[in-house]
């Protein structure tokens, strides 16, 4: 099975610079020549997670299937109140299992530098919950990171590129460690 990197842009802002770094993240990945795929959630109709009827929803199962088969994840959200946005909490109460003993990165843009420990609630969630295995290394950006015209700095462009290099090498060596095994 070849490996995959599947992004996944939790922002709804059309103007968003999170799904600009998820799109960077597409890009580097392919570099490596991997499979990427990008998940633009303001593509998707999804419920609220209410345990119960929203699991059965005619959105999750297609998503679910797409992070099963995924080598590794990258969540690209925006920082709301010093926590990843609903929307991607959301996206792993739906999708539950799909997430198990998976690489999972984060690419996070926020207003202010105070924020950056904001992925570690959801990412203990899927450490505990689901042996997901958290990449130690995240990208966490802030008004700044970017140029006026928008476009991503050198700087940011760099860290997505140091994010993108750990998940790709942990992907590989999962993917031999379950050959070996076998």
């Not at 103007?15 to 959630?41: C, G």
């Not at 700087?155 to 790709?168: F, G, K, N």
Request: with cysteine; charged share 20%.
């Amino acid at each position: 099975m070849p490996l995959s990197v599947l992004i996944i842009s939790c922002s709804l802002n059309t103007l968003s610079r999170s799904h600009l770094l998820a799109q960077t993240a597409e890009s580097a990945i392919r570099n490596f020549d991997i499979n990427a795929e990008l998940v633009d959630l303001r593509e998707w109709e999804l419920p609220l997670c209410d345990g119960r009827d929203s699991l059965s929803h005619p959105s999750v199962a297609p998503l679910a299937a797409k992070i099963t088969r995924a080598s590794a994840v990258l969540v690209a959200s925006p920082i709301y109140n010093y926590d990843l946005n609903a929307v991607a909490k959301n996206v792993v109460e739906l999708t539950g299992t799909a997430w198990s003993e998976k690489p999972v990165g984060f690419l996070c843009t926020a207003g202010g530098r105070s924020s950056y420990m904001s992925p570690i609630g959801l990412a203990n969630s899927l450490m505990f919950d689901f042996r997901s295995l958290i990449i130690p290394r995240f990208v966490y950006a802030v008004k700044d990171d970017f140029k006026d015209n928008g476009d991503l700095s050198d700087q940011l462009r760099a860290r997505i590129d140091e994010l993108v290099q750990a998940t790709v090498d942990l992907a590989r060596a999962l993917a031999w460690l379950k050959v070996t095994d076998s």
